[in-house]
């Protein structure tokens, strides 16, 4: 079951660290045998589920140093895919390796089958022209306690969460996906607190407010 989208938050829990997997190059996975890979350029909905289709982020670029990946559409976005990866594995680093937050789960299912994607390693989503940027759940982990679950994420490099914010946003989400690998029913004031936090202290993004001071100004009512 999936659950209402959440554009960031996390706790901040010390938790032991997945190893990362083995380094599996940085060569764009679509392309195989020498033949190129064909863009996507089919218009897609902003309510689409990626990780069903696959079909319409043919090119992959793998992290050589976490279990994740990045689709995206076109070849021409390789660099903003790049882009994307550095971000994910600095965030890897600062809150997992050094702070020992939690790892967010792989997406295995333990049946053979897997929550997103051809395989159990995180899923990022490349989409251009969506806008929003969030993290949400693909599989829950009934072997365990806690209602916990594995994650995908879904960033704009060109939307409003993307560009010079390109890298508050990726550490944000990624916080995301760490909470989740706890809980993901907790109030969401409190992941999107924490997220913050990891934006603020952790990531140096000091202007991160400014999207929610221009939000209650838009709706000054809703907080009542």
């Given at each position: 079951m999936r659950s209402l989208v959440i554009l960031?938050?996390?706790?901040?829990?010390?938790c032991p660290a997945l190893p990362p997997p083995d380094p599996v190059g940085d060569g764009d996975e679509g392309e195989g045998e020498g033949e190129p890979v064909e863009d996507s350029t089919e218009p897609l909905p902003a309510d689409t589920w990626p990780c069903d289709r696959l079909?319409?982020?043919?090119?992959?670029?793998?992290?050589?140093?976490?279990?994740?990946?990045?689709h995206y559409r076109r070849a021409a976005e390789r660099?903003?895919?790049?882009?994307?990866?550095?971000?994910?594995e600095e965030g890897w680093r600062l809150e997992i390796d050094e702070l020992g937050m939690a790892a967010p789960l792989l997406d295995g299912a333990g049946d053979g089958s897997f929550g997103c994607g051809e395989d159990e390693r995180l899923d990022v989503f490349l989409w251009a022209g969506h806008e929003e940027s969030f993290v949400d759940v693909v599989t829950e982990m009934p072997a365990t306690a806690t209602e916990d679950y594995a994650?995908?994420?879904?960033?704009?490099?060109?939307?409003?969460?993307?560009?010079?914010a390109?890298?508050?946003?990726?550490?944000?989400?990624?916080?995301?996906?760490?909470?989740?690998?706890?809980?993901?029913?907790?109030?969401?004031?409190?992941y999107?607190?924490?997220?913050?936090?990891?934006?603020?202290?952790?990531a140096g993004c000091h202007d991160s407010w400014e999207y929610a001071l221009d939000d209650i100004q838009q709706a000054p009512e809703l907080p009542v």
């Open positions: 960031a938050a996390g706790l901040v829990v010390a079909d319409a982020f043919p090119h992959a670029l793998a992290s050589g140093a976490t279990p994740m990946v990045v660099p903003e895919a790049e882009e994307l990866i550095a971000f994910l994650t995908m994420m879904v960033i704009d490099p060109y939307g409003p969460y993307g560009g010079d390109l890298r508050c946003t990726t550490l944000h989400e990624l916080h995301h996906m760490s909470q989740a690998a706890l809980d993901w029913w907790d109030a969401a004031v409190v999107e607190m924490s997220a913050t936090f990891v934006e603020e202290v952790i």
